[in-house]
């Protein structure tokens, strides 16, 4: 399995991937999971996938070549090198997938295999503010708002929760990406099939460009230092919450009162009695 998550805010984008595959306890293996498409002063992208290996390496090898016709028929066909936009190159990502399943899709359904993939794909083209999609296996996709500023794929429900409470669209980028990390850290704490190194891109918006990639194994010391911290600052707020009193005791806090709305869960004690 897989986690990826992207963060779209005003003062850039942040990615971040493991790169853990397997096929069984005994068959683990690593495989990056991040690719960037870099024109220094024209355009940047960065790719997360995640589900079947297989497919996730076709689309990314002939999303190199993929084309689609453009609007206008006297002007060359789209590619994610000369797309005006990155709606465009999104779409040209949506054609690759429909290519492979066109390809593979048959041979794997007889197989009792289903065609899996999901994508992140985000950037900026010069021209155009900074845009971030999720595209299904089907090749159709959503785009990142204000309101929705970040996308996850592959194993995303551990690390979720600090996401929704963290993450909004005018916060620091440094802060996004401290606050990936945890979430890919509560990852790797709960899922073994999510695994180090990991990937990480950081994009400041209207670069068009990024220095701000690295790879982070067992030995970085952030890392080290914030699943650390991370782990401690739990414990030490969750001693800090105060207990539930049940008989009276002193607390201004009482778990137990009375609630108009819903009665206290009825005990069944006899053999005869009935829920309702």
Same mark, same amino acid.
């Given at each position: 399995?897989t986690?990826c998550v992207?963060?779209?805010l ?5 990615f971040?991937?493991?790169?853990r ?11 990056r ?7 220094t002063?024209d355009r ?12 996730s390496?076709s689309v ?22 000369n797309?005006?936009?990155m ?5 040209v990502?949506g054609?690759?997938?429909?290519r492979?399943?066109e390809?593979?899709?048959?041979a794997?359904? @007889? ?6 993939v999901?994508?992140l794909?985000g950037?900026q083209?010069?021209?155009e ?8 296996s ?16 592959g194993e995303?429900?551990?690390?979720k929760?600090?996401?929704d409470?963290?993450?909004?669209a ?7 990406a @401290?606050?990936a990390?945890v ?9 073994l &099939?999510v695994g180090l190194p990991?990937d990480?891109v ?7 460009q990024s220095?701000?990639?690295v790879?982070?194994?067992h030995d970085?010391?952030y ?5 650390? %911290? ?10 800090s919450?105060?207990?539930p009193?049940w008989?009276?005791g ?8 009375e609630n108009?709305?819903r009665?206290v869960?009825?005990k069944?004690t006899h &053999? %005869?009695e009935?829920?309702?």
């Amino acid at each position: 399995m897989t986690y990826c998550v992207a963060i779209k805010l005003k003062a850039g984008l942040v990615f971040l991937s493991d790169s853990r595959t397997n096929a069984g306890l005994d068959q683990i293996s690593t495989f990056r999971k991040t690719i960037v498409y870099e024109k220094t002063d024209d355009r940047f992208m960065v790719l997360l996938t995640a589900g079947n290996l297989s497919i996730s390496q076709s689309v990314r090898e002939l999303l190199q070549l993929e084309h689609i016709p453009a609007t206008n028929p006297d002007e060359p066909a789209v590619t994610i090198w000369n797309a005006t936009s990155m709606f465009d190159a999104a779409r040209v990502l949506g054609s690759a997938i429909r290519r492979v399943h066109e390809r593979d899709g048959p041979a794997l359904k @007889k197989a009792g295999v289903d065609f899996n993939v999901s994508m992140l794909l985000g950037g900026q083209i010069k021209g155009e503010g900074m845009r971030l999609f999720q595209v299904y296996s089907a090749g159709n996709f959503i785009e990142a708002t204000e309101e929705t500023p970040f996308f996850q794929v592959g194993e995303s429900k551990y690390g979720k929760p600090v996401l929704d409470r963290v993450i909004n669209a005018q916060m620091p980028l440094n802060e996004a990406a @401290k606050c990936a990390l945890v979430s890919m850290d509560s990852t790797l704490k709960s899922n073994l &099939s999510v695994g180090l190194p990991l990937d990480l891109v950081v994009y400041e918006v209207d670069r068009l460009q990024s220095d701000k990639i690295v790879c982070i194994d067992h030995d970085n010391p952030y890392f080290q230092m914030l699943h650390n %911290s991370w782990g401690q600052k739990l414990h030490e707020i969750f001693d800090s919450i105060e207990d539930p009193m049940w008989n009276g005791g002193q607390t201004q806090v009482p778990i137990k009162v009375e609630n108009s709305k819903r009665k206290v869960l009825k005990k069944i004690t006899h &053999s %005869s009695e009935r829920l309702i």
